[in-house]
T-cell receptor, first 113, second 113 residues
């Protein structure tokens, strides 16, 4: 299995609080992604990164920001969590130079009350 | 815009064959992926098609017709452990980025004895 970990794995928070989710990889893959998965919607891309300090928006980026200061870490921040951000969040990595696959982390279940 | 359609649910019998269809409309097509996702787990890569035709990998096969915007995943000799969601995803030139995937909502397959 690709070396991808996510922390925390579960989190319950209240509306209006900031939340940061961490994705850590040991594969030295250039691309990293944050998705959210909701019933009936499948996986939707929030933000992605194509290198250190290089990030871009996905299809559902409003209310989220990201940072990548090291190859191995990609952080997703909800500045002020809302109930609509209750979801399962998956990190993924890929290296287009070697493989077509995206490898997914185990996921973080976030509940915003 | 991009649109990916697949059936929401399917049922099949252990030992049988099942075909899961996926139709898509995208710009700048650059590959179609199938992922398997067991409940509560991360998606795992099954197959990748970029040229027309059939790709076979053990009990699983995937077919692509680019002119029709159509793919299917064929699962043979079904086993109980094949009960999972199957996600169709298309890679294309979306908003200037080439290595982003757009996912369908997934097909939940239930295999019965």
């Amino acid at each position: 299995d690709a070396g991808i970990t996510q922390s925390p794995r579960h989190k319950v928070t209240e509306t209006g609080t900031p939340v940061t989710l961490r994705c850590h990889q040991t594969e030295n893959h250039r691309y990293m992604y944050w998705y959210r998965q909701d019933p009936g919607h499948g996986l939707r891309l929030i933000h992605y990164s194509y290198g250190v300090k290089d990030t871009d928006k996905g299809e559902v980026s409003d209310g989220y920001s990201v940072s990548r200061s090291k190859t191995e870490d990609f952080l997703l921040t909800l500045e002020s969590a809302t109930s609509s951000q209750t979801s399962v969040y998956f990190c993924a990595i890929s290296d287009p130079d070697t493989s077509n696959e995206q490898f997914f982390g185990p996921g973080t279940r976030l509940t915003v009350l | 815009g991009q649109n990916i359609d697949q059936p929401t649910e399917m049922t099949a019998t252990e030992g049988a064959i099942v075909q899961i269809n996926c139709t898509y409309q995208t710009s700048g097509f650059n590959g179609l992926f199938w992922y398997q996702q067991h409940a509560g787990e991360a998606p795992t890569f099954l197959s990748y098609n970029v040229l027309d035709g059939l790709e076979e990998k053990g009990r699983f096969s995937s077919f692509l017709s680019r002119s029709k915007g159509y793919s299917y995943l064929l699962l043979k000799e079904l086993q109980m452990k094949d009960s999972a969601s199957y996600l169709c995803a298309v890679r294309g030139y979306f908003s200037g980025g080439y290595n982003k995937l757009i996912f369908g909502a997934g097909t939940r397959l239930a295999v019965h004895p």
